[in-house]
């Protein structure tokens, strides 16, 4: 399992610099059916992930239908959260470990928030299936929480961050109704 003291987070085009030169660079891509008009809520609204992730471990990249519109506009109102306080951070499980708090239907990307500080927030950020990095094998790949980097942010570049991951959602509105 890999565990890092700070990491680099880039959400849409803002880069959080961290202690360590560890990235992780996450970008809502395109819809995973573009010239899709009508259909199944889910399939109008599928957004492919781009991810780069850069570790001692070494580097990887994803590009994976992961999120749901909601759930990318929900995972930078939560960021935007994190970084303002309101949200507290994760209780640890018996082994000592921090599961996501934000978890999407397709759970390639998780966040948790370990701790924070006055000016800074400790996130981990969670790669499993298609996300994990080629090398983590299997049995990883399919645990949801087993792989992951800890990332140690300023408050300030986090919220930049989740306004940035924000006005990029912007171009990928939500499309379709939802079937109560």
Excluded at 42 to 52: P, S
Excluded at 151 to 179: H, Q, Y
Aim: with cysteine; glycine share 8%; charged share 20%.
């Amino acid at each position: 399992m890999s565990e890092f003291r700070a990491v680099t987070i880039t959400l849409g085009q803002v880069l959080l610099a961290g202690l360590n030169g560890v990235s992780i660079d996450l970008r809502p891509a395109s819809y995973q059916f573009p010239t899709l008009e009508h259909g199944e809520w889910h399939d109008l609204n599928w957004l492919v992930i781009a991810g780069h992730v850069e570790s001692p471990d070494g580097s990887w990249r994803f590009r994976d239908p992961c999120l749901l519109t909601t759930e990318a506009a929900q995972l930078g109102e939560w960021l935007r959260q994190v970084a303002e306080g309101a949200v507290p951070a994760n209780e640890r499980d018996e082994q000592g470990e921090v599961h996501p708090a934000f978890w999407t239907v397709e759970p390639n990307v998780g966040f948790g928030l370990e701790a924070c500080t006055a000016d800074q927030r400790a996130l981990r950020v969670h790669f499993p299936l298609e996300s994990a990095p080629p090398w983590s094998g299997n049995e990883t790949r399919v645990c949801t929480h087993q792989f992951y980097v800890r990332c140690v942010v300023d408050k300030e570049a986090l919220l930049a961050a989740a306004n940035a991951w924000l006005l990029e959602l912007s171009v990928f509105p939500e499309r379709g109704r939802r079937d109560s």
